[in-house]
């Protein structure tokens, strides 16, 4: 049998795993291994624990298409072929299937025989709903974390002790009633919770005053001035901020002997007929019907995206970054090359590090690529160069390195980081105390990232996929989708859920790429377009029918510009305190010179500089009836957020944005529906009562109400503006409009 090739051909040592990274499994049990999102054999903890055990192992590979786009189904194709290819070479047997994950996944161990089914930990909610559907039909599920560094939930380098974890619980807690927190990237990235968790457990067995002590220990450690703080810093960080490296692929598995089971493995599919499968599968509301056709168009046959989704995925990374022709031997790798530059070239002049979400958007997804490998080979290619190294400082020197630095190497290493940052984040979150009332909160992947957000009055019976939506074509209720504005989140609407819902409405509130708790990529081309664009896949993929759509601030013009490019699946728009131009015609498309680098990121920084010290005052400030509304946990929850690695990206998108096509176009003209301003006319931002009464005299299909309330009615005067919305969307639910009128409408 051929020995399987590392993924360290580019020259990494053959790696020995610690023996708490990957699952423990006995001789004696039959194992397969569940292949979701990690279609290689490169850094797959599950491989690595089927070799060691030297149990019986056999691999599945799933393709449902019900959660499979078609937009990549050539690169799902490439990269499943070569899964088989490299599985083969280990000399086990990918068992491939075309329906239901949960369905198959069961028939298919039942078949093995297997005793235990390992999969990559994820924090997706269909991903969560098909490993619950596989656990209550008491199969054994062994899951693991692929993480970039050691974290508290995953073991650290150095075990913590039983007192010290349970002073780490009493340490949240103390920290969370400050309003400080410990879900911070600077308690991530240097340690910080275990380090925290000694301090406590000290200050615990002390024989001063415990709680002046601990709570002094956790605001030093929480401000990183403490002076024992920096020793320990000094002294564990080659532990506490140790990166793993990615595991070589094992080269000896005992296989599973299929043919006693009488099992198929089964063929993969080609490009057409996965996209066939795709389309009979998914089933589309009406008036959804033109938006999804709107996406599936923008299938592509990029041959950079397939080269990227197979085990080539690391050497074209290098070969991007790296961007010289001293490599050759591969034509198929050299002609994806040359074409990756020349695209490079046009997407980083229209903004700089899209090469890497465009490129290798797939091979992410996919999980050919991981973020350890992302890490390990721009460290390589920094180093080669003479850039320097990425070093373990403090995550805000890193932060502006990157910003400062055009280097695509160091986008790629900000891009792991935020990745692995956001997933333990989005991993540790049922941990969180409830922050919006009557929600559940939910995960889902756009673009291979993740994103958070809420759900409310979404029941099992109208829900699919696990994501909490549904196709609800003969229920009286509406679907509404809330918007928050910049900075905020998904969360920023705690006081409407449970009201909304008890109403009999489904209602939903996605935290938009860059903001909250979902990840923030340093390689987006943050714009209105990025957020319409990931507002418009939640509906198709999450909400799954036409839906009111309210946004606040900055989220009611995305939401304004969602109405316009799809108004047959907006059954309403609610503009809160809404930003965006009114009156004027529409500019004409211009390329405006960007803003320089070093002027961009310096005042992204400045602007950060005055949230940290000011941000309470200024949410009392827009919270002018209701103060106290504006509390110590909102503004902690903005801060941490923008101390999120890749947040600076988000911060300086203000000054690349295009300008707005005003809104009395966009509602009037373009949108046409019932749309209801609620304006809170005490605005500190601008003058709210000349704005509502200039979107009432320009749109003829605009109700205006107007509350006494600043910036965020919603937050601060919650039972009026939910009053007033269910009253309205009452009103426009007896209006029956079809996709036809719509479009007539417009």
């Known amino acids: 049998m051929m020995a399987m090739a590392t993924w360290s051909a580019m020259g990494a040592r053959q790696v020995r795993p610690k023996r708490d990274s990957v699952p423990c499994l006995r001789a004696e049990e039959r194992a397969l291994v569940w292949f979701t999102r990690d279609l290689r054999t490169d850094d797959h903890a599950g491989l690595v624990a089927a070799a060691r055990a030297r149990c019986k192992t056999a691999a599945l590979l799933v393709i449902d298409p019900t959660r499979q786009r078609s937009a990549s189904a050539a690169s799902a194709v490439a990269a499943a072929k070569e899964l088989r290819h490299r599985l083969d070479e280990l000399g086990v047997q990918l068992i491939v299937r075309v329906g239901k994950v949960e369905e198959e996944v069961l028939h298919v161990a039942e078949a093995v025989q297997a005793s235990v089914v390992l999969v990559q930990d994820d924090a997706e909610a269909s991903w969560k709903s098909a490993a619950h559907a596989v656990r209550e039909k008491d199969v054994r599920l062994v899951t693991w974390k692929s993480r970039l560094r050691d974290t508290p939930s995953s073991s650290w380098a150095t075990p913590m002790e039983g007192a010290a974890q349970g002073a780490l619980v009493a340490a949240e807690k103390r920290l969370e009633d400050q309003g400080l927190g410990m879900e911070t990237y600077r308690a991530f990235e240097e340690g910080r919770p275990e380090q925290a968790a000694r301090a406590a457990a000290t200050a615990m067995r002390g024989g001063t005053d415990r709680g002046a002590d601990l709570q002094r220990a956790m605001v030093e450690l929480k401000r ?11 002294t564990k960080r080659s532990q506490a901020n140790w990166t793993r ?9 005992v296989a599973m002997d299929l043919k006693a089971s009488e099992i198929e493995i089964g063929d993969i599919p080609n490009t057409e007929a996965l996209r066939q499968a795709i389309v009979e599968a998914i089933v589309v509301h009406p008036c959804l019907q033109s938006l999804y056709e709107e996406r599936a168009a923008e299938v592509s046959d990029d041959e ?5 989704a197979t085990s080539k995925a690391t050497k074209a990374l290098q070969a991007y970054l790296e961007r010289d022709d001293s490599e050759r031997g591969d034509a198929s790798l050299e002609e994806w090359r040359s074409e990756l530059l020349r695209a490079a070239e046009k997407w980083e002049s229209e903004r700089r590090g899209s090469t890497l979400s465009t490129a290798f958007a797939d091979a992410f997804e996919l999980g050919t690529l991981t973020p350890r490998m992302m890490r390990t080979i721009a460290k390589r290619v920094l180093r080669k160069s003479g850039g320097g190294r990425l070093g373990d400082s403090s995550q805000w020197t890193a932060i502006a390195r990157a910003e400062l630095d055009a280097s695509p190497a160091r986008t790629v290493a900000l891009a792991a980081e935020s990745h692995d940052f956001h997933l333990w984040l989005a991993q540790e979150d049922e941990r969180r105390e409830e922050r919006a009332p009557g929600a559940t909160s939910k995960w889902w992947r756009w673009k291979g990232r993740l994103c958070h957000y809420n759900v409310a009055g979404v029941t099992d019976a109208n829900s699919t996929q696990g994501n909490g939506g ?5 229920a009286e209720s509406l679907s509404v989708v809330l918007v928050h504005g ?8 705690r006081r409407n859920f449970r009201e909304l819902a008890d109403a009999g409405y489904r ?3 996605l935290t938009m790429p860059g903001f909250g708790r979902s990840e923030k990529p340093p390689d987006f081309a943050y714009s209105q377009r990025l957020w319409v664009d990931s507002l418009k896949d939640f509906l198709l993929e999450v909400v799954k029918e036409p839906a009111v759509i309210a946004g606040n601030s900055i989220g009611g013009y995305i939401s304004a510009q969602l109405a316009a490019e799809c108004p047959e699946a907006i059954t309403g728009l609610v503009l809160i305190n809404t930003a965006g131009k009114i009156g004027g015609e529409v500019e004409p498309s211009t390329t405006k010179p960007a803003p320089k680098d070093l002027v961009v990121v310096p005042s992204s920084l400045t602007l950060l500089w005055y949230l940290e010290r000011n ?8 919270y002018p009836q209701r103060p106290d509304n504006a509390d110590a946990w909102l503004a902690e929850e903005i801060y941490r957020a923008a101390c999120d690695p890749g947040s600076l990206r988000v911060f300086s998108s203000a000054f690349y944005l295009p300008p707005p096509v005003p809104l009395n176009v966009l509602v009037r003209d373009r949108y046409a529906g ?15 009562k000349d704005r509502a009464a200039q979107l009432e005299k320009l749109c003829h299909n605009v109700e205006v109400k107007r509350l006494e309330a600043g910036h965020c009615p919603h937050d601060e005067v919650p039972e009026e503006v939910n009053s007033a919305l269910i009253e309205w969307m009452h009103r426009i639910s007896q209006i029956k409009r079809t996709p036809v009128e719509l479009q007539d409408a417009v």
Do not use: W
């Open 224 to 234: 990183g001035t403490a002076e024992e703080g920096e020793n320990f810093r000094r």
């Open 615 to 622: 941000i309470e005052k200024t949410l009392k400030r827009c």
């Open 304 to 308: 950079a995206a397939r080269v990227a």
């Open 674 to 688: 019932p749309t209801l301003v609620l304006q809170g006319v005490n605005d500190p931002l601008n003058d709210a």
């Open 470 to 474: 549904g196709m609800n074509e003969n």
């Open 245 to 253: 490296p990615p595991l070589s692929a094992p080269e000896n598995i």
């Open 507 to 509: 209602v939903y509130a």
């Open 486 to 493: 910049f900075g905020a989140s998904a969360d920023h609407f």
